[in-house]
């Protein structure tokens, strides 16, 4: 039997939406720390929505090119489990703060997504996200999976435009360690709707089941 797909539901900005998110079973939340985002939310914010949640939900830290100190902070004052890295930085960088981290691959045109995991070795996993210039992720939009090596697909978290009507396809096909949806369970940006939430994991689910 196959490991099942872990689910991140990420862009959290309400206390609400987290104590939602892991009731509805999610294995991760993420919280951008990224000021141009419609989805960031600021340190104290962050340890307020996270603060008290059940054991086993993974909170992840999502960072653009931040300096060290940004994430230092970040790190000393919200209990970060993973750091997800969205811009230009280098392998030994993300590796810098003692934590596991991922590290976020646009499918821009030609990118070799082979040779950016022998880069990103050290990553726990890469996460595949669509590309849109000058936009570094959550852009709500699906490229083709098709171009995902096979090889790879197994370890990687799958981004990019994922909704509950397309997750199970895409579960389906590529059979990734996770998948990752921020604006796909949505009612507005940064405000989870429940419902879109438990649905969506439970596509997942039942998706897992069919490819057992």
Known sequence: ???????????????????????????????????????????????RIVRGLPPFVSIVGLFVNADRETIDEVLERVPIDLLQFHGNECPDY???????????VTMKPGVDLSAEARRYAGASALLVDSHRPGVPGGTGEVFDWRRIPPELAGGIVLAGGLRPDN???????????????????????????????????????????QTD
């Open 94 to 104: 993300c590796a810098g703060f003692g934590k596991p981290w991922l590290k976020a």
């Open 167 to 209: 997750v199970a396809g895409a579960v389906r096909l590529l059979r990734p360690w996770a998948v990752d949806v921020s604006g796909g369970v949505e009612q507005a940006k940064g405000i989870k709707n429940a419902a879109l939430v438990e649905e969506f994991i439970q596509q997942v689910k039942q998706a897992d089941e």
């Open 1 to 47: 039997m196959r490991a099942r797909t872990r689910v991140k539901i990420c862009g959290i900005t309400r206390r609400e939406d987290a104590e939602a998110v892991a009731r509805a079973g999610a294995d991760a939340l993420g919280l951008v720390f990224y000021p141009p985002s419609p989805r960031h939310v600021e340190v104290e914010q962050a340890a």
